[in-house]
Structures are given as C-alpha cells and as structure tokens.
Nanobody, 114 residues
Framework: QVQLVQSGGGLVQAGGSLRLSCAAS????????MAWLRQAPGKEREFVAR????????YYADSVKGRFTISRDNAKNTVYLQMNSLKPEDTAVYYC???????WGKGTLVTVSS
C-alpha cells in the first residue's frame, strides 16, 4: 500500500509561481511512474505531467509545457511540480498519483487570480 501526502498550493497572482510536493510512503517509490493531474471547477480531470521510474523521463500537457516542471527525489520519496508563469486557467485541484493511477493523493487547491 502506498499513501501519497500532498503539500503546497494556495493562492497566487497571475504570473507567479508555486511548488507542489507529493510525499509517498512505502519502499517502492523509485519503481513508480508518478504523475500530476488537475481538475478545474466544472471540468473533467486532466493530465498535467508525468515522470517515469526511475530514469526520470518527463511528459507534459501542451497547456503547461515550458511553464511547469515535474521532478522527483527518490531519496526523499517525493515528487514535485514547479509551476511558473501561472495563469488563471491553471486554477484547479491538483492531484498526484503513482503507478498510473493505482494510488492517489487527496488533492490540493491552486487558485490563480488575475
């Protein structure tokens, strides 16, 4: 069993930055592909970024490419999402998941004001 505990998020002005963290329990973190998804109000959950295990290949949604960076620290069992140049349309609840959706964090709200 893997538990994912998210932190970070909050309110930021457009153009600002935030970093989300997702800390995993369990000993197999380095074996999991990790991802971030988000769900905006009234919309379906959508893919944001993914980082493979353990080599760290990264993939991004077109809407965040060049602005967001996903990274992982296997020694700390943590995956990060650095979000720069935030836009109001980035407002959403952000979720981390492990192993292609086998495990999910509880979500953290990011609000970007214009």
């Amino acid at each position: 069993q893997v538990q994912l505990v998210q932190s970070g998020g909050g309110l930021v002005q457009a153009g600002g930055s935030l970093r989300l963290s997702c800390a995993a329990s369990g000993r197999d973190f380095s074996n999991y592909t990790m991802a971030w998804l988000r769900q905006a109000p009234g919309k379906e959950r959508e893919f944001v970024a993914r980082i493979t295990r353990p080599g760290g290949n990264t993939y991004y949604a077109d809407s965040v490419k060049g602005r967001f960076t996903i990274s992982r620290d296997n020694a700390k069992n943590t995956v990060y999402l650095q979000m720069n140049s935030l836009k109001p349309e980035d407002t959403a609840v952000y979720y981390c998941n492990a192993d292609f959706g086998a495990y999910w964090g509880k979500g953290t709200l990011v609000t970007v004001s214009s």
